[in-house]
């Protein structure tokens, strides 16, 4: 989220694979986690893409950021419908094979900015990773 307390909507990606939509607007936050199938396939794919430790794993993340300049949850809920419509699993089939890469966006692993993860979020990913794998 902003740092300086703006308005904003983040989307946050294992590679290309999209797991979450947050949304910020000033005290209010509205967050959506997208189905278990775009989990899956970032196991999957982290998998095909040889990513076998959680520091491997989690210097995957990133977040594209985007200015919020509607109603917090309508915005919030609307990306995250369209991601779910975009994202066929035929798609992320694909993004699989890929490692988690778009395979009709290549990709330069320098130009892609991990995120910074807090070890309270490190640690709930690594513990969210551990109760899916126990499922």
């Known amino acids: 989220m902003s740092r300086r307390g703006g308005s904003e909507?983040?989307?946050?990606m294992w590679r290309d694979i999209p797991a979450q939509i947050n949304g910020k607007a000033g005290a209010d936050k509205h967050q959506v986690i997208l189905p278990h199938r775009f989990q899956k396939a970032i196991d999957r794919a982290?998998?095909?893409?040889?990513?076998?430790?959680a520091q491997e794993y989690v210097g995957?993340?990133?977040r594209t950021s985007y200015p919020l300049t509607t109603d917090?949850?309508?915005t919030?809920?609307?990306?995250?419908?369209?991601?779910e419509v975009e994202f066929t699993n035929e798609r992320l089939h694909a993004l699989v094979d890929h490692g988690?890469?778009?395979?009709?966006?290549?990709?330069d692993a320098q130009t892609h900015d991990p995120i910074e993860i807090?070890?309270?979020?490190r640690a709930a990913i690594v513990r969210?990773?551990?109760?899916?794998?126990?499922?």
Do not use: F
Request: proline share 4%; no cysteine.
């Open 9 to 12: 909507v983040v989307v946050i």
């Open 76 to 83: 919030v809920d609307a990306i995250a419908a369209s991601i």
């Open 100 to 107: 988690g890469w778009d395979p009709a966006n290549p990709h």
């Open 128 to 135: 969210a990773d551990v109760a899916d794998a126990d499922a």
């Open 72 to 74: 917090l949850a309508e």
């Open 60 to 62: 995957e993340w990133r």
């Open 118 to 121: 807090d070890e309270e979020t």
């Open 46 to 53: 982290a998998m095909v893409a040889g990513k076998k430790t």
